[in-house]
């Protein structure tokens, strides 16, 4: 029975070590052609299609990416995407902080809400939006953008900070409010740090999800000078022929900002996932 036992883990051990190479290989498989296209001519690919081995590898489709109005697309997502995460962290945090913190009349209710809120289908949801981004000015704008991908966003981050301040010790909150510090004063200098890892995690999460919409960019924005990065390269597919090799560069191009916030708060997302699963 021993023999058994120790062979177990020793098979689950191998197991593990030998798939888990296979499935990252599978899931690069997808990436790698995505780059390769990118480096291939249009001729090259009309002639032997995408999945041959290529003739050569050239540059030239990330100039016309970049000549295609790339840029623009690229910082109109950065002018909706980094004003949603710092506005969405900041009221949620502050929400988050007061739920948990503070004995508020119907906080689970409010919280339950907010759960709920986020289970509604975004389809359910865009031409209700859509006739309120109409009626207060804010359609075809960047500044409606923002509103409502920080309202779409709200809850699910309080909901989560919520049980993230929760769990910091009363302790510490009582000490610094019997030194004197005010409420605003606490949330400051004894919550925020202590919930960073968890301010980090969300704040990647955001991130990657508003630069990467398409639901909300092609329902609230019309001006082709306004499209963020995704809806962008959705328009460079063409009726008939498509120039697959300038898609997928700019594809590439896209794919550098989120993969910069990932890798710059890599660390803190990890802590942040793993807070609380030791309790």
Known sequence: MTAVQSRNPRLRTWLFHGGMPVLAVLWLIPLALVVLTSLRTFDDLAASGLASVPDGLTAEPYRQALASGQWRSIMNSLLITVPVVLVTLVLASMAAYGLARHRIPFRRTM????????????????????????????????????????????????????????????????????????????????????????????????????????????????????????????????????????????????????VIVFLRFQRYFISGLLIGSSR
């Not at 200098?189 to 092609?218: E, H, M, Q, Y």
Request: hydrophobic share 55%; proline share 5%; glycine share 8%.
């Open 111 to 258: 919280l339950l809400l907010m759960l709920a809120g986020n289970l509604l289908p975004a389809q359910l949801l865009l031409i209700p939006v859509l006739k309120l981004t109409e009626q207060f000015g804010l359609f075809d704008s960047l500044i409606g953008m923002i509103v409502v991908q920080t309202a779409v966003g709200l809850g699910f981050y309080t909901f989560v900070l919520h049980g993230f301040m929760r769990g910091i010790p009363q302790e510490l909150t009582h000490a610094a409010r019997i030194d004197g510090a005010t409420t605003f004063g606490v949330y400051l200098r004894i919550v925020l740090p202590l919930t960073k890892p968890a301010l980090a995690a969300l704040g990647s999460l955001c991130f990657t999800w508003t630069f990467n919409d398409l639901v909300w960019s092609i329902t609230l924005l019309r001006s082709e000078d306004k499209l963020p990065v995704t809806p962008a390269i959705l328009g460079m597919q063409g009726e008939f022929v498509s120039s697959w090799n300038v898609i997928a560069a700019a594809t590439v191009i896209a794919a550098i900002p989120t």
